[in-house]
Nanobody
Framework: QVHLVESGGGTVQTGESLRLSCVVS????????MAWFRQTPGKDRESVGF????????NYARFAEGRFTISRDKARNTMYLQMTYLRPEDTAIYYC???????????????WGQGTQVTVSS
């Protein structure tokens, strides 16, 4: 059974930071590409960024560039999303995903977590 479990969400004020975690089990974590997505009601799920099985980050979204950092700790089977200078527009459910190949669209990712809510108040 493959499980991806996000945690670390919550409510913060504009300008504050938050770190999300995604703990993975049931697959060879070191052999999979990982990604963070987010979704706001009424909008499609959108990519935040990817991190390859070689630990190289790819394709940060415009809203994430310079503010968000994706990393992974293979010893802990955990991927992280460090978010800084948060703003109300970042309010969304954040999901982690895993796949053998990266993709911009969420349909290209095979395994998903249940998401963690991030709320940024002004």
């Amino acid at each position: 059974q493959v499980h991806l479990v996000e945690s670390g969400g919550g409510t913060v004020q504009t300008g504050e930071s938050l770190r999300l975690s995604c703990v993975v089990s049931g697959l060879s974590f070191s052999d999979y590409n990982m990604a963070w997505f987010r979704q706001t009601p009424g909008k499609d799920r959108e990519s935040v960024g990817f991190i390859s099985y070689t630990d190289i980050t790819h394709n940060y979204a415009r809203f994430a560039e310079g503010r968000f950092t994706i990393s992974r700790d293979k010893a802990r089977n955990t991927m992280y999303l460090q978010m800084t200078y948060l703003r109300p527009e970042d309010t969304a459910i954040y999901y982690c995903a895993a796949a053998k190949n990266t993709a911009q669209h969420f349909s290209g990712w095979e395994y998903w977590g249940q998401g963690t809510q991030v709320t940024v108040s002004s």
